[in-house]
């Protein structure tokens, strides 16, 4: 045999490994990229699933009970300030349950924000690397505490040893025992890990060169903090922000516990409240025989808590991108 065919014979072996070696590798890239298109895929159709029985049930019914809009004009729903659906003489004014809902997020706002903000203004500008490590995780422990418990903790410890003292002993506020202002109070704290997160990590995707800029003009530590590292990941922390409300408004266990069950308009902080989530609980554990307007009724608010969610999800999108700076 020549040295020719020999070395044509060796080429055309390495040939075929690396074609069949090729060949494996698009097999296993090919497999890969479908599974990741059916994770995707499974993502995309249960918000589809979710969002077909939210309408069948609550504006166009496709089995033989009607829908709630159907029997329930929209203008009430949207306009009576009254919400008994389980009683005799029934109401269907979602006011009062919107009116709750906002209350006890608004009660949150006002403590997780300012904290979160302040605290991840620290982890990121003020704290060592072996504060930040010690600190960020502690905090971020607190999300994963179920709602449940800070729903008792709330009713157990925040309004008898907390809000009773000072406001009912000292200020002469009556204090419920079922409250929005302990609901909220709790609910501030579950979402306090969320905005500190967020908040961070948009600070930290402020260049070095920006805060190194501010330091050779003069300006101190909290200067460059405030006036210039904060303005620059506004975009990102009005993201936070808005994500951690919505989280809020759809709250369940924890305000279902703390905040009771009383439908009413009401901006006290201190009387009892009902939201959208709590309301779905109540419906949901029996009282409401399936097929009955009241029935479909929870369906109706489950949608309007979803319109309300999805606003504010893309209302912090809009912002991102819209006012978002791009460092190179």
């Not at 166009?60 to 709630?68: I, L, N, Q, T, W």
């Not at 729903?77 to 906002?102: C, Q, S, Y």
């Not at 989280?247 to 266990?253: N, S, V």
């Not at 929870?298 to 893309?314: G, K, R």
Request: aromatic share 10%.
């Amino acid at each position: 045999m020549s040295a020719k065919s020999t070395v044509k014979k060796s080429t055309m072996k390495q040939s075929d490994l690396f074609g069949s070696r090729f060949s494996f590798t698009r097999i296993t890239e090919q497999a890969i990229k479908c599974v990741l298109f059916l994770c995707a895929f499974i993502s995309v159709a249960t918000t589809v699933g979710i969002i077909f029985v939210l309408v069948t049930e609550s504006i166009v019914s496709v089995g033989p009970d009607p829908a709630f809009f159907q029997e329930v004009s929209v203008v009430e729903f949207f306009t009576e300030t009254r919400w008994t659906p389980l009683f005799n003489e029934k109401h269907f004014g979602v006011l009062p349950l919107l009116a709750g809902t906002f209350l006890i997020a608004g009660i949150a706002a006002l403590i997780a924000l300012p904290i979160g903000l302040a605290s991840s203004l620290y982890l990121r500008e003020y704290a060592s690397p072996r504060t930040r490590n010690v600190i960020k995780p502690t905090m971020e422990l607190l999300a994963g505490i179920p709602t449940v418990v800070y729903g008792y903790f709330a009713l157990i410890f925040v309004t008898p040893y907390v809000l009773k003292p000072i406001f009912q002993d000292l200020m002469g506020f009556d204090v419920d025992v079922f409250n929005a202002a302990s609901a909220g109070i709790v609910v501030g704290i579950m979402i306090l890990p969320m905005v500190s997160s967020l908040s961070e990590d948009a600070l930290a995707a402020v260049p070095r060169g920006l805060r190194e800029a501010g330091y050779a003009l003069g300006s101190t530590k909290f200067d460059v903090s405030t006036r210039i590292v904060l303005p620059a990941a506004s975009s990102g922390i009005v993201a936070s922000f808005l994500l951690a409300i919505s989280r809020a408004i759809g709250e369940t266990m924890a305000v279902t516990i703390a905040a009771g069950m009383t439908p009413s308009m009401t901006l006290n902080p201190f009387s009892s409240v009902q939201t959208m989530t709590s309301y779905i609980v109540n419906a949901t554990s029996g009282d409401a025989p399936t097929g009955t307007i009241e029935y479909q009724s929870l369906y109706a608010i489950a949608l309007t808590l979803f319109c309300i969610t999805l606003a504010m999800n893309v209302l912090s999108q809009i912002v991102v991108s819209r006012f978002r700076e791009v460092y190179e």
